[in-house]
């Protein structure tokens, strides 16, 4: 009943309504101040990171004392203009209803709690400021990602979560069974044996769903997932999660220059997205969070990302006379403090890295004539590292067989993967953005456990 008649707080503050009289809000209470005379209560209802405040002129008259922070109540009145206040507009209380108590021990009181604390409290945190203002941010700007593709004609497909395939071949995969993992049964060699398992081998959660955007690109033109991904690597970073949400475009006669003109139009539209269309997430981390974020986001869609090479990269790499942990060689991966230095000191720009080492790239990219790098593209930005990882794929049939060959892979397995190069092959391109990455670098939160709202890292998947 009260669910249709009610009007959101947003529109409130927002001056969206028509009608001052006969408003019902339902909603959380944050904080109650009580006099004699009069009685405030700061309403929040999740439709915005501002409360509406709620003001009872007859205090005696309500059930104030069940009312307590936390409360979920619901308030029937009017609402008023004031003036001089940054937000001008409040509501005068006729009838308050208490749908919910909350008892004295409800954690989340008026003062400041860290980010750390919070995260032990995942189910109550959405209801702090700073993650219901993350929440609604993940909303708009997963929709600005689709309006990105959908505007250019890409088609949203669904990868499949199971899998039998590693894709990127990092041995990261978590296993998917049904087996009694305390008895499985074995073959003759004593090994597991698979192939009584649910589905008749062995199976795992996708870490990347670009095998299957292949194919449907190959089918359909010009394709995107965004999608939960899982990798079971152990890194306890700040910019790693064991499940996190990718968004991967595959286009069909695309090579790798072309989809780097992609990826470049793909995060400035979301930085513009996220001034325009998500004002109120964006003042909120640049009071609260960064004071330069609005500022940062400016600068990167002004800005031309600069392009080099793997090679170039190791060249001003050695040449910057910094003394890195890690050391600077051809043929090593690059390691963040590297990347970090490229995109934050060197260039102080988005990055695009391409032609990487084939021995430390995934066999699915497209070999150089140099027999030596693939065409292969890191995007690195400054604070976050690496926000996008894609290449170009290798389209020739005997190429990419003696590459699979090269990494040991199971050909047969991957039959259907090689059949999309015998049947009318095209030269085809992909990348993939981990979208905690670009929210991180968005929003200038700092730890990805704070941006995804129940994060799973090694040691971490309750809630
Ligand atoms: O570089 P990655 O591993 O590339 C792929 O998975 C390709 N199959 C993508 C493709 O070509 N379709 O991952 C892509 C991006 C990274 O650049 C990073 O932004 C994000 O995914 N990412 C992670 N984000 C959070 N936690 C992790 N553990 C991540 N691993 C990768
Ligand atoms: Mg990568």
């Not at 009584?196 to 299957?212: A, I, P, Y």
């Amino acid at each position: 009943m009260d669910y249709y008649e009610r009007v959101k707080i947003n529109n409130i503050i927002n001056d969206k309504i028509s009608d001052y009289d006969d408003i019902t809000v339902l909603g959380w209470v944050r904080t109650k101040r009580v006099t004699k005379n009069i009685a405030f209560i700061e309403l929040n209802d999740g439709s915005t990171v501002h409360n509406l405040q709620i003001v009872v002129l007859e205090p005696e008259k309500h059930p104030l004392e069940e009312i307590s922070n936390g409360a979920s109540i619901k308030v029937e009145g009017y609402l008023e203009k004031v003036e001089g206040r940054e937000q001008d507009i409040e509501m005068k209380a006729k009838k308050i209803t208490v749908i919910g108590q909350a008892p004295e021990d409800y954690v989340l009181q008026k003062k400041r709690h860290t980010f750390e604390f919070l995260r032990e409290i995942a189910h109550l945190r959405p209801r702090t400021n700073t993650l219901s203002v993350v929440n609604r941010f993940r909303s708009k700007m997963s929709y600005a990602v689709h309006q990105f593709f959908q505007e250019r004609d890409f088609h949203y497909i669904h990868a499949p979560i199971i899998t039998t395939g590693d894709a990127e071949g990092a041995g990261e995969m978590f296993k998917v069974t049904t087996l009694d993992p305390a008895n499985p049964p074995r073959d003759e060699a004593g090994e597991i044996d698979y192939s009584q398992d649910f589905f008749g081998q062995e199976t795992g959660l996708t870490v990347s769903g670009q095998l299957q955007a292949e194919l449907l690109a190959c089918a359909l033109g010009d394709v995107y997932t965004f999608g939960p991904t899982f990798r079971a690597e152990n890194s306890n970073t700040s910019r790693h999660a064991s499940e996190f949400w990718m968004i991967e475009p595959e286009m069909a006669f695309c090579d790798l220059e072309e989809m780097t003109v992609l990826i470049e139009d793909f995060i400035k539209y979301l930085f513009q997205y996220a001034l325009d269309k998500a004002e109120e997430e964006m003042m909120f981390f640049n009071k609260n969070i960064d004071e330069d974020r609005i500022e940062v986001l400016r600068d990167i869609i002004k800005a031309d990302f600069a392009h080099i090479t793997y090679t170039e990269a190791v060249d001003i790499l050695q040449a910057s006379g910094e003394s890195f942990e890690y050391p600077v060689e051809w043929g090593n991966d690059l390691q963040s403090e590297h990347e970090r230095y490229l995109t934050e000191k060197h260039f102080q720009k988005p990055v695009m890295v391409t032609d990487y080492p084939k021995k430390i790239k995934a066999f699915y990219m497209r070999e150089n004539d140099d027999d030596k790098t693939v065409r292969a593209v890191d995007c690195l930005v400054p604070e976050v590292g690496e926000i996008v990882g894609g290449s170009q794929r290798e389209e020739r049939l005997e190429v990419l067989k003696r590459r699979m060959e090269e990494e040991n892979m199971d050909l047969e397995k991957y039959d259907w993967f090689l059949d999309i190069r015998r049947y009318g092959t095209v030269p085809h391109s992909g990348f993939g953005l981990g979208f905690e990455r670009i929210l991180m670098y968005l929003s200038g939160m700092g730890n990805i456990r704070d941006i995804i709202p129940f994060p799973r890292t090694p040691g971490n998947a309750k809630f």
